[in-house]
């Protein structure tokens, strides 16, 4: 069983550039798919970016140039930096993990993090 654990949300200012971590109880960055996904009260929970197991990165289209996905295999630990944040931002950020798929749908992912909430205002 994979746990993903999340940090780094809070509050933050407009225009803020905060950074998401995600740590897991076990090394799975180097053979896992990994991704992050963002949920708002009352929609679906939607794909920001994902990364391979060889470091190959998508983003969705409405993400791409301010939100970038990254990991570090060595320390265990997936990254989700987050530039020039505005009001519309605010959601709960999900980690996710699948040995086996790599997309952006929830269907995708077998594991996940109980999320941390970022507020933009």
């Known amino acids: 069983h994979v746990q993903l654990v999340e940090s780094g949300g809070g509050s933050v200012q407009a225009g803020g550039s905060p950074r998401l971590s995600c740590g897991a109880a076990?090394?799975?960055?180097?053979?896992?798919?990994m991704a992050w996904f963002r949920q708002v009260p009352g929609k679906e929970r939607e794909g920001v970016a994902s990364?391979?197991?060889?470091?190959?990165?998508r983003h969705a289209d409405s993400m791409k140039g301010r939100f970038t996905i990254s990991k570090d295999d060595a320390k265990n630990t997936l990254y989700l930096q987050m530039n020039s944040l505005k009001p519309e931002n605010t959601a709960m950020y999900y980690c996710?993990?699948?040995?086996?798929?790599?997309?952006?749908?929830?269907?995708?992912?077998?594991?996940w993090g109980q999320g941390t909430q970022v507020t933009v205002s």
């Open positions: 996710a993990a699948d040995f086996f798929l790599c997309g952006l749908r929830m269907t995708d992912f077998a594991y």
């Open positions: 990364i391979d197991s060889d470091g190959v990165t």
């Open positions: 076990e090394n799975v960055y180097s053979n896992y798919c």
